[in-house]
């Protein structure tokens, strides 16, 4: 619906230029600040949740992934994703100003530098979930290579399409009426699309499928306490996430934030509801996963969703985020984390539930029709392009460790120090002390 | 006669404390244990060229390799004892005086004791047909990651008690590339978890029996 398109745009340039009081302002700086500060926390959970899943070995190598990604991703993002995220957009393709805030009028100067910090925690969020699906055999240079080539410009330019416009112009899926309120498409699919690219280019790791059967072998996470607090942290940084999308400290927050329990909790429990259908076990790593599929689902129609729809998406994308799993596994596609099924697939389902649930306009097909024209468009943008990136990287300088690196553990042979090195219990590389 | 490192060793010294006595009696088998213990017996003739700066040896060169070959040959009735304790001795007071040469003073270590207790810990936690493949996986690895040959033919014959495993001069990052494709082959089998134990097991075991600080396994996993 154009309402929310329209409450969206508005609401990220209207506030000073209507005349917006200082309070107004300040309330809303404060509020956007605040989120900010809380969708960064969620590269905490990231971290944990990614590091948890990953053996002892590499768990220094995820950590550092993913503390790289906010710190190369906030520059990248400042210095070229913004400008071409939310410049000037008249061809509805890509923006064109505001490159490092460079040219920001002296009267919105304040607001630009809230948002811009805002959207650069939302680009970090959109590159580390490579991180997750490309884990333990991917080289540190390699993968921050391609963190930088998404971050400026894969993960942009698409934002552009929907969300651009900031300055002038609009993005042409923004045009047709797409809903994407925080992103299940924009941030969490684009950047599972780019995971899935990664991963095929890599290969799985070793010895992760048998090679005859084709069955896949379970390579268990070394510490399920740190996915569960990471889990916790995802969950508390995305009432932020979506929280803050408003741009405003406005009463919707209340029922966006609302929609956003439910729908993870909903997903926790449709994660567990077709693990036990399936009779398959219900694995603390898959509820974990459930609830944040449920988190990515409800992203982009949380403002525009009554609460027992958002339980609905949120129940369906658990058991997507299950599903997902095990369809990637029978193909041998190796995503350590599950990233692609819970941000890639629940992403592009909770994009399809905002149209189909839309608050007083249930189930209109041609809103349904912008929705898949947006999930596709994602698609065959992001997949594609890192498709091509990877296989780039993977020419010039190599994408995949060496297996004796494998062997050793990437913590060691990519950073020279490790994560456990009082409590490792496989001896698997040795440095004269 | 058994052609083992010390029935060779013992058969050198018997030919030689004949011609040679004293420094180069020890130099001459020093040199011989450092780079020819590990090598075939038809290599013997290249180690008497090797010690033509030993006048004794120079000038009676063909007469000690008939030697040489005639006493490996026969029953091993004729064979002096095995002078390692000796040799040890001087190497020592060498070394205390600081007059042996470096190649000597840091002789090649020898990794053959050691890499075969980690490959027969590793593949003895194998069941008969996953060796079988883990072996196969690892030998095709080597030849086409071009790992010296010896130790590839060397590896290929090892497993079963006619021979045994000989390393010669084998590199340490040879050592190490080969027990990475094992690993590998091991992880394709059944899966990196157990990869991960098993070639954890391993290194341990030898670790334990090792008592030559310069062969400890674990430089095996360095970088």
């Avoid at chain 1, 058991?319 to 984390?337: M, T």
């Amino acid at each position: 619906m154009k309402w929310i398109m329209w409450t969206v745009l508005s609401t990220l340039s209207v506030p000073v230029m209507a005349g917006e009081t200082s309070v107004e302002l300040s309330i809303n700086t404060l509020w956007v600040v605040m989120a900010a500060a809380l969708v960064f926390f969620m590269q905490a959970g990231f971290a944990l949740l990614e590091s948890g899943m990953s053996r002892a070995k590499n768990a220094v190598n995820v950590m550092m992934k993913n503390y790289m990604d906010v710190c190369l991703g906030s520059l990248i993002f400042w210095l070229v994703g913004y400008g071409l995220m939310f410049g000037e957009n008249f061809t509805g393709f890509f923006g064109a100003s505001h490159f490092a805030l460079f040219n920001t009028s002296a009267e919105s100067q304040s607001w630009d530098y809230t948002v811009l910090l805002f959207q650069i925690m939302f680009a970090a969020t959109a590159v580390t979930i490579c991180s997750g699906a490309m884990a333990e055999r991917t080289k540190y240079d390699a993968y921050l290579i391609a963190t930088c080539v998404i971050t400026a410009f894969i993960y942009p330019v698409f934002g552009s399409w929907v969300w651009g416009g900031m300055y002038g112009g609009s993005g042409w899926l923004a045009k047709l009426g797409f809903i994407d309120f925080a992103g299940s498409t924009v941030v969490h699919s684009v950047g599972a699309w780019c995971a899935l690219a990664g991963i095929i280019v890599l290969g799985a790791r070793t010895g992760r499928f048998d090679r005859t059967t084709g069955a896949a072998r379970s390579i268990p996470g070394h510490n399920l306490s740190l996915v569960a607090l990471g889990g916790f942290i995802l969950w508390l940084g995305w009432f932020g996430f979506n929280g803050g999308s408003t741009l405003a400290a406005s009463p919707e927050i209340g029922l966006i934030v609302l929609n956003t329990q439910l729908a993870a909790a909903a997903g926790a429990t449709g994660a567990l509801l077709f693990s036990r259908i399936t009779r398959r076990p219900v694995l603390l790593t898959s509820t974990i996963n459930g609830s944040i599929a449920g988190l990515v689902g409800i992203t982009a129609g949380c403002a525009s969703m009554a609460p027992e729809f958002a339980a609905l998406t949120g129940l369906i994308a658990g058991a997507i985020s299950v599903y997902g799993a095990a369809w990637l596994e029978r193909r041998r596609l190796d995503d350590v984390v599950g990233a692609i099924p819970v941000h890639g697939f629940a992403g592009a389902w909770g994009t399809l539930a905002a149209g189909l649930f839309l608050k007083d306009n249930m189930f209109d097909l041609s809103q349904i029709a912008v929705q898949l024209v947006g999930i596709f468009s994602a698609f065959f943008w992001a997949f594609p392009l890192s498709l091509i990136l990877f296989f780039l990287i993977d020419r010039v300088i190599g994408l995949r460790a060496s297996t004796q690196h494998e062997q050793q553990g990437l913590d060691f042979t990519e950073h020279d120090e490790v994560g456990y090195p009082e409590f490792h219990q496989n001896v698997t590389y040795h440095r004269e002390l | 006669m058994t052609m083992t490192i010390e029935a060779k060793r013992r058969a050198v010294f018997t030919v030689l404390q004949e011609t040679l006595q004293g420094d180069g009696l020890w130099r001459a088998m020093w040199r011989w244990q450092n780079h020819y213990a590990q090598k075939s017996q038809f290599e013997l003739n290249g180690f008497l060229s090797d010690c033509k700066d030993i006048p004794e040896v120079a000038n009676n060169r063909s007469q000690l390799y008939r030697q040489l070959i005639g006493i490996l040959m026969d029953d091993g009735a004729r064979l002096k004892p095995d002078p390692m304790e000796e040799m040890l001795k001087y190497q020592s007071a060498q070394q205390r005086s600081g007059s042996l040469d470096e190649m000597e003073l840091f002789p090649a270590q020898d990794w053959t004791d050691v890499y075969e207790v980690v490959l027969t810990t590793l593949f003895g936690q194998l069941r008969s047909d996953t060796a079988r493949v883990v072996k196969r996986y690892a030998m095709e690895q080597s030849l086409r990651h071009s790992i010296s040959q010896e130790l590839a033919y060397s590896f290929n014959l090892w497993g079963d008690d006619k021979h045994p495993l000989v390393l010669g001069d084998s590199a340490l990052v040879d050592l190490k590339r080969l027990l990475n494709f094992i690993y590998i082959g091991v992880c394709e089998c059944l899966g990196p978890v157990d990869a991960d134990r098993i070639l954890s097991l391993s290194i341990r075991s030898a670790a334990e029996v090792n008592r030559n600080a310069a062969t400890d396994p674990r430089q095996l996993l360095e970088k």
